[in-house]
């Protein structure tokens, strides 16, 4: 019976060591196009010369899975749950929206935090802003510096020791106005015309009816007859006096009062920009950035950033939840490497109803310049409460993977609430449930593209992504196998948002637990030589063994690993491979 062989576009090129190119990403070779015209030539620039062979090889021959397959073992960095999930659901059944977990009190045992990963969490967030004392969020619990080293040494025990990929995110607080404290150990509730003050004041304990800000100069500019808002809408007041520095205020909107909950001051129904007078970036947030750096995490959420400058000196995802950040939001997400969308306070200062076109043209940005974008903020607010969310949440959430957003967030559901683990089943069956709805539309087809490269190699990554992407789909493949040392082809592939999933074999730990927040991407850590095809064998041999992939299946095969030779030869190629 005929088989369909391996099918390969395979692209050789030499590059001068001075070349004036940018060899960051390591790829070399000459665009794909999706009619196949290919080409030999060469390319002159100033300082350089690069020469391209490409060359089209149609064999017979299949991937034929040889015996000896410890070249690999115990190398092979599947994580226990993608492997569970591959067994039982096969390639097409996998989740491809990833799912952050902010770690609290009600989830910070070592068996708490297991449970949430087998639950799907692939990314762990620690709040640095309930780094001090106890809070509402904390629930009479402290969460000190020492609390979040424990929680990190715990997620990476887990993986080192129990074959989870949870990656680390610390949150920084940002500069913003808030509440120091009330004193309580939960919300306190404010009725409505009860009289609070306002005040700057250093105390410890509680007074009744006062409120305690963190900004000495909180009340710069403020008049009597403007408002104050808790957290979006948790209780508004009236300022109907300037006491020095301090406000006294009358309650018009009753509602509760959380310890840290965030300021929000407005005159004649707009927002009175305080905050914008605020460096990006406190002495406290530096202090925990490199705290964070010493303790390994994988990514550092910036708040409130305003503007691109911000986010150029670190590697941070930048969370938008400013009308500033809005009006600089594409050189934002450029400077950045990626994005959070802080529905709670960015809808503090934009109109309710423009969230939902707001969240969708951020992420949107965010696709087209290769970012990966998190939504985040009361997605299953309901559930902090109660063991079952509401339908119009759930609507909220499917919206969000219906726009391909990478990554969804639960804040309070998973901190602080009972039902965390719930909360997380309902995001998982729901993002499965809507990727399986895209894949039956064929919804990818509609994604327009956009061109990101300014140089030859960032093109021609773009065009070989861009191609890879096209043929997994257009044929119907099973899967597709990246092999990179930095996740920059994984990542222009999930740009393009395929049908079948993406494996991401890669020797770089760092690029492992960084890939982890990427849309449709399964990162493996493994052993690679400059032999590719000794990669593509000794990794499907082990996979075969391991059950997960079986004979028949078909998968595309992308590399961009650069040979450690000096000759400085780089061989870059797009294979199909039929498993025998």
């Keep these: 019976?005929?088989?369909?062989?391996?099918?390969?576009?395979?692209?050789?090129?030499?590059?001068?060591?001075?070349?004036?190119?940018?060899?960051?990403?390591?790829?070399?070779?000459?665009?794909?196009?999706?009619?196949?015209?290919?080409?030999?030539?060469?390319?002159?620039?100033?300082?350089?010369?690069?020469?391209?062979?490409?060359?089209?090889?149609?064999?017979?021959?299949?991937?034929?899975?040889?015996?000896?397959?410890?070249?690999?073992?115990?190398?092979?960095?599947?994580?226990?749950?993608?492997?569970?999930?591959?067994?039982?659901?096969?390639?097409?059944?996998?989740?491809?929206?990833?799912?952050?977990?902010?770690?609290?009190?009600?989830?910070?045992?070592?068996?708490?935090?297991?449970?949430?990963?087998?639950?799907?969490?692939?990314?762990?967030?620690?709040?640095?802003?309930?780094?001090?004392?106890?809070?509402?969020?904390?629930?009479?619990?402290?969460?000190?510096?020492?609390?979040?080293?424990?929680?990190?040494?715990?997620?990476?025990?887990?993986?080192?020791?129990?074959?989870?990929?949870?990656?680390?995110?610390?949150?920084?607080?940002?500069?913003?106005?808030?509440?120091?404290?009330?004193?309580?150990?939960?919300?306190?509730?404010?009725?409505?015309?009860?009289?609070?003050?306002?005040?700057?004041?250093?105390?410890?304990?509680?007074?009744?009816?006062?409120?305690?800000?963190?900004?000495?100069?909180?009340?710069?500019?403020?008049?009597?007859?403007?408002?104050?808002?808790?957290?979006?809408?948790?209780?508004?007041?009236?300022?109907?006096?300037?006491?020095?520095?301090?406000?006294?205020?009358?309650?018009?909107?009753?509602?509760?009062?959380?310890?840290r909950a965030k300021l929000s001051f407005w005159r004649d129904g707009k927002l009175v920009t305080k905050n914008y007078e605020l460096p990006t970036l406190s002495s406290k947030d530096w202090s925990d950035i490199e705290f964070g750096i010493s303790e390994g995490v994988d990514f550092i959420a910036m708040s409130f950033v305003n503007d691109a400058e911000a986010v150029t000196s670190i590697k941070v995802l930048?969370?938008?939840?400013?009308?500033?950040?809005?009006?600089?939001?594409e050189e934002i997400v450029e400077a950045s490497d990626g994005i959070m969308i802080a529905r709670g306070d960015l809808g503090v200062e934009i109109p309710l109803e423009q969230i939902p076109t707001v969240q969708e043209k951020i992420t949107y940005v965010c696709r087209q310049l290769n970012k990966p974008v998190v939504v985040a903020s009361q997605l299953l607010e309901s559930m902090v409460?109660?063991?079952?969310?509401?339908?119009?949440?759930?609507?909220?959430?499917?919206?969000?993977?219906?726009?391909?957003?990478?990554?969804?967030?639960?804040?309070?559901?998973?901190?602080?609430?009972?039902?965390?683990?719930?909360?997380?089943?309902?995001?998982?069956?729901?993002?499965?449930?809507?990727?399986?709805w895209g894949r039956e539309e064929n919804r990818q087809n509609v994604l327009s593209q956009h061109i990101l490269g300014s140089s030859l190699p960032d093109q021609i990554a773009e065009q070989i992504c861009n191609c890879a992407a096209g043929m997994a789909n257009n044929l119907g493949l099973d899967a597709i196998f990246v092999y990179t040392r930095h996740g920059q082809m994984a990542s222009l592939i999930s740009r393009n948002r395929p049908n079948p999933p993406i494996f991401a074999f890669t020797n770089n730990s760092s690029t492992r637990m960084a890939l982890n927040l990427q849309w449709g991407v399964t990162p493996l850590l493994v052993d690679l030589s400059d032999d590719m095809e000794a990669n593509i064998s000794n990794s499907i041999d082990l996979i075969k063994t391991k059950g997960l992939i079986k004979t028949g299946d078909t998968v595309l095969v992308v590399s961009d690993i650069i040979p450690t030779s000096t000759t400085q030869t780089v061989f870059q190629s797009i294979m199909v491979k039929t498993i025998a």
């Excluded at 957290?231 to 006294?248: H, I, P, Q, S, W």
């Excluded at 930048?318 to 809005?326: H, Q, T, V, W, Y």
């Excluded at 309902?426 to 809507?434: A, E, G, H, P, Q």
């Design 1 to 259: 019976m005929a088989v369909v062989g391996d099918l390969a576009l395979k692209f050789g090129g030499m590059i001068k060591k001075d070349a004036a190119i940018n060899l960051k990403k390591g790829v070399f070779g000459v665009p794909v196009s999706r009619h196949g015209v290919f080409f030999s030539g060469k390319f002159r620039t100033p300082e350089s010369r690069i020469r391209v062979q490409s060359v089209m090889q149609v064999g017979v021959e299949s991937a034929v899975v040889s015996n000896d397959s410890n070249s690999l073992k115990g190398v092979l960095g599947f994580d226990v749950v993608s492997e569970v999930e591959l067994r039982e659901k096969g390639f097409l059944g996998l989740r491809k929206t990833k799912l952050v977990c902010t770690v609290g009190p009600a989830c910070c045992s070592i068996d708490d935090l297991e449970k949430l990963a087998l639950g799907g969490m692939n990314v762990a967030r620690l709040n640095m802003c309930h780094n001090t004392r106890a809070g509402p969020a904390l629930r009479g619990r402290p969460c000190t510096r020492e609390w979040h080293q424990d929680v990190i040494r715990k997620i990476k025990k887990l993986n080192e020791e129990k074959g989870y990929c949870v990656s680390v995110m610390i949150d920084t607080e940002g500069s913003q106005i808030h509440v120091v404290d009330h004193g309580a150990p939960s919300s306190v509730k404010a009725e409505d015309g009860s009289i609070w003050f306002f005040t700057t004041e250093k105390f410890e304990g509680s007074r009744p009816f006062t409120v305690q800000a963190n900004y000495e100069g909180f009340s710069e500019g403020i008049n009597v007859g403007d408002e104050i808002v808790f957290d979006g809408g948790m209780a508004t007041f009236e300022v109907v006096e300037k006491v020095g520095n301090d406000l006294r205020c009358k309650c018009t909107d009753p509602g509760l009062l959380l310890p």
């Design 318 to 329: 930048a969370k938008i939840e400013s009308l500033e950040a809005l009006h600089k939001l």
């Design 385 to 436: 409460e109660y063991p079952t969310p509401t339908r119009a949440e759930v609507a909220d959430v499917s919206e969000a993977v219906r726009q391909y957003a990478d990554a969804l967030m639960l804040s309070g559901e998973s901190a602080i609430g009972p039902f965390g683990q719930k909360a997380l089943a309902v995001l998982n069956m729901t993002s499965s449930r809507m990727e399986l």
